[in-house]
């Protein structure tokens, strides 16, 4: 039927109603019959037949459709019918076939079929939901692989070209609150931040910054003299020098003696000395490292101890070592949580009864190649040397302030170069407001390097409070905590170091370093 025939004929019904006797609920003209109910506020239901159609059925077609009319638009009112026009077009098909046919429905089919519910529509829409939650997960996962790269890059250079404060710790003589001022890196007075030679020692947290001078250009040399030789380069290395100190920036890669700590906060490259060929026959390095996951509480989550004994034979006297350890005294004091493992090279049984560390039958160690031949691990919280507690709290004017304390738990040991790793999530300088020790502020990676020369029983904890841009406080986690120690938890030493073929002492060199492989805060 075509949309003006049935515009004209919804247009006359109005019309017909008026006029016609209103015990009977239709109306008919020459060609068509109109069946139709009275709704509330005026409203009617209407179904236009042919006149040949069976008046019985459509009146039970009409009262199926005024159920299912308050059903759907949820009310008889003008405003709700407009609100759910479709979804009334909707349950007018289910009710009514294409060719003007009654369906044999209930009212309940009605509704299941509007609901649309579809297996398939289910699956591709969890599909879908879990390839947004894999890609989600992938991106977290590749923020955090490039945050830890960065962790790991600082705490390569921190560990690996730090001070040599672990034998004469030095440097950094003001210890107190303060903040920073205009002017000067720290309000403390004393030596450079780390020492001549620590990782940060080519900032200096104590002295206002200095202008290096320009050498004044070689004057103008006269007909048939000689140029001197590498001039115009000096003059250039002059002038750079001069623009570095005065933002407190060493040359990258053009001064050899630049960035004696090589801390990679923005600081010049390292040289590194070359290596020193070995003065003995054997090497010996005992090393501990901590695995350790804290809180931001300070409640210590999981804390491990690895440690090892490794040897290295730098000449063939060497090679024929055979290293005695106290194995007495590990055994009495390193009981319960305790393991202790040997190289599978290595002459157990020997070990177990006297403490002798060597190859089974009789054998030679390589030369020239580290060989762990004795490995321990521990598992408990008592091990954890230090706990850090970082408290950012948002202030609800687009700034965070945030507090950071340290607190010595093993009162026997001694911690040098402990430089503790704050994410700020922003290049934005913070505003130190109070700081025991030191610290160093890299925009470039959004870090902030909270520093201390020595960490012991007389200065066993320290507190840092600074203000900074921002609103999201999980941007400064995960915190990272670096240190060098010479104090073992396991009370191995080595006792003796002779000869398997003739028992004459071998000269050795031993080793001790005590470092974290992973020391986290989140």
């Known amino acids: 039927m075509p949309r003006l025939r049935v515009e004209g004929l919804l247009a006359a019904f109005p019309k017909l109603i008026s006029s016609s006797k209103r015990e009977h609920t239709f109306v008919e003209t020459d060609t068509v019959r109109y069946v139709y109910q009275p709704l509330e506020n005026g409203l009617y239901l209407l179904l236009i037949t042919t006149k040949s159609s069976n008046i019985v059925q459509d009146l039970g077609t009409l009262r199926l459709l005024a159920k299912v ?15 759910n026009a479709f979804e009334l077009i909707f349950s007018f098909d289910e009710v009514i076939t294409t060719g003007g046919y009654k369906e044999d429905v209930a009212l309940s089919d009605i509704r299941t079929n509007l609901q649309m519910d579809s297996h398939e ?64 890196e ?35 040399a006269a007909r048939g003299m000689k140029l001197q030789i590498g001039g115009a380069d000096k003059k250039k290395t002059n002038l750079m020098a001069a623009m570095a100190m005065e ?17 990679g906060l923005g600081l010049g490259a390292t040289v590194a000395p070359p290596a020193a060929a070995p003065s003995t026959p054997l090497t010996l390095s005992l090393e ?14 999981s804390c491990e101890l690895k440690g090892t004994l490794t040897l290295t034979a730098n000449t ?6 055979a290293v005695t350890v106290n194995k007495a005294a590990i055994a009495s004091k390193c009981s319960s949580g305790w393991n202790f493992a040997t190289h599978p090279k290595v002459d157990k049984k020997s070990y177990e009864t006297t403490g002798v560390l060597s190859l089974k039958g009789g054998k030679d160690f390589p030369l020239n190649r580290p060989v762990g031949v004795l490995r321990w691990s521990y598992s408990g919280e008592d091990a954890a040397p230090i706990s850090i507690n970082c408290w950012p709290e948002d202030e609800g004017t687009g700034s965070i302030n945030v507090n ?35 610290y160093k502020h890299d925009p470039n990676s959004g870090m902030l390097c909270w520093h201390h020369d ?22 400064f986690f995960p915190v990272q905590v670096m240190f060098k120690s010479d104090k073992f938890l396991c009370p191995i030493e080595v006792t003796s170091v002779k000869s398997i073929t003739n028992g004459a002492p071998i000269p050795n060199n031993i080793n001790r370093a005590v470092a974290p492989d992973n020391y986290t805060i989140a």
Request: aromatic fraction near 4%; proline fraction near 6%.
């Open 288 to 301: 501990e490292k901590y695995t350790v996951a804290m809180n931001r509480e300070g409640g210590i989550e």
């Open 247 to 263: 933002d407190n920036f060493a040359l990258i890669g053009g001064n050899k003696k630049a960035d004696k700590g090589g801390l």
């Open 454 to 475: 020595v960490v012991d029983n007389s200065h066993s904890s320290g507190s840092l409070e600074f203000s900074i841009p921002g609103s999201d406080v999980d941007s």
């Open 121 to 184: 529509e289910r699956v591709h829409i969890m599909l879908e939901e879990k390839k947004k939650e894999d890609a989600r997960k992938a991106m977290e996962e590749k923020a955090n692989e490039i945050k830890r790269r960065q962790m790991e890059a600082l705490k390569d250079n921190l560990m690996g070209n730090g001070s040599n404060s672990m034998k004469s710790p030095q440097g950094m003589v003001g210890i107190g609150g303060g903040g920073v001022t205009p002017g000067y």
């Open 69 to 83: 009319v308050p059903d759907v638009a949820t009310g008889l009112s003008e405003k709700n019918i407009n609100e």
């Open 404 to 438: 950071v304390e340290f607190e010595l738990l093993r009162p026997d040991m001694v911690l040098y170069d402990v430089n503790i790793l704050l994410p700020l999530g922003t290049s934005d300088p913070p505003s130190i407001e109070d700081i025991d020790g030191q």
């Open 316 to 321: 063939d006297a060497g090679a024929l070592a």
């Open 186 to 220: 720290h309000n403390s007075t004393g030596a450079d931040y780390m020492g001549s030679s620590g990782a940060m020692g080519m900032y200096s947290y104590n002295k206002p910054k200095e202008t290096v001078p320009v050498d004044e250009p070689p004057a103008k």
